[in-house]
């Protein structure tokens, strides 16, 4: 491929800022993707600033990935040149543990290699990610977009999207099942719109009302002000599914005890600290604490194409390059509705 250009932190300390670096030449089963856009996610932010312990730099973040099918290997049969593609947060596996060959290679054994802040399967080639022109990515790992959504819209549903998708199709969210989402950020705007799609109840836990307008158009039935325990506390005992997208930490216990029996809580967001956990919570009503991440490739190209059949999509703003370092800020100050995405025409 040679020579290409995207955005990168060169430490921890350092703003991100143009910078042109070498992809991959293509091999026989890889595709060339021209990126489109590429999404902001909270991870990007954590990993740049080492929030997460040491990072790999320099750093090409980005692994909600949206574009077209520019080359492809000779091996490939699959996808064709001007496709529209999406990459998200893995790029390889080990191919050969039983995760893997069950279809579950985003558990792999061996651990997934992630777009970005990783090494490739050599051990010593670092990944970039798609805060870029282009990616050359192996085929088994690229994902088809349906042609009817909106390409702006669409690569936030490879990590926000599939890590809410993931776990409301897996726990069974559908007619007469109540869905309640705490938070609605990136990921609860999502989770908001697939559980109502499935067909669930859907009620919306936030801390502010601000939201309410918001959780109601996007297609919840309910609103609940956290703040307000006579109105959480009027939920107890009757969710089915609660998905836990809030990043900040959270009193879960209070939250369990919504469930009714059989329910699960569902952890996809990271805090900062371990929260405890009354075990008396879990034992009425045999409710479970469960924890989500990403999905697998064909569960991700599952959850692209239930949104090209009821036509969802991320709600973003759309930005230009340069103003990546502002966005990021955003992004923690809460200010956001309710993905960034990078117009990679600027880059």
């Not at 800022?17 to 932010?45: K, L, P, Q």
């Not at 290699?113 to 690229?142: C, E, H, M, P, W």
């Not at 609940?224 to 930490?249: F, R, W, Y």
């Amino acid at each position: 491929m040679g020579k290409t250009k995207g955005f990168a932190a060169q430490s921890a300390s350092a703003p991100l800022a143009a910078w042109e670096f070498d992809r991959r030449e293509i091999g026989a089963r890889d595709v060339s993707v021209d990126i489109s856009y590429a999404g902001i996610c909270h991870s990007d932010i954590h990993q740049v600033r080492e929030e997460w312990g040491p990072a790999k730099f320099p750093m090409v973040p980005g692994h909600e990935i949206m574009g077209t099918v520019a080359a492809v290997g000779k091996d490939v049969t699959e996808f064709k040149v001007g496709e529209p593609v999406g990459v998200g947060v893995y790029v390889d596996s080990c191919r050969k543990c039983e995760n893997c060959q069950s279809g579950e290679s985003h558990q792999c054994l061996e651990g997934m290699t992630q777009t970005y802040n990783d090494f490739a399967r050599d051990g010593k080639t670092l990944n970039f990610g798609g805060y870029s022109k282009n990616i050359v990515v192996d085929a088994d790992y690229v994902m088809r977009v349906p042609a009817n959504l909106d390409p702006t819209g669409v690569a936030p549903l490879l990590c926000a999207g599939i890590t809410v998708y993931s776990p409301l199709r897996h726990w069974g969210a559908g007619p007469g099942k109540n869905v309640a989402v705490m938070g609605l950020g990136g990921l609860g705007h999502m989770a908001v719109k697939f559980a109502a799609a499935m067909g669930a109840n859907v009620t919306v836990l936030s801390h502010s009302d601000s939201k309410k307008a918001d959780a109601l158009a996007l297609g919840a039935h309910a609103f609940v002000n956290t703040h307000d325990e006579a109105a959480l506390g009027a939920l107890t005992k009757t969710q089915d599914i609660i998905i836990n997208t809030v990043s900040a930490d959270v009193d879960i216990d209070r939250f369990l005890k919504l469930l009714k029996l059989n329910g699960t809580l569902v952890i996809v967001g990271l805090p900062g600290k371990p929260a405890p956990i009354n075990a008396g919570s879990l034992l009425e009503m045999r409710r479970s604490l469960a924890g989500s991440m990403i999905g697998s490739i064909k569960e991700t190209q599952e959850m692209l194409d239930f949104c090209g059949k009821h036509n969802i999509v991320s709600d973003v703003e759309v930005i230009d390059a340069d103003y990546i370092n502002k966005a990021y800020d955003r992004v923690v100050n809460s200010d956001v509705r309710y993905r960034f995405v990078i117009d990679t025409v600027t880059i």
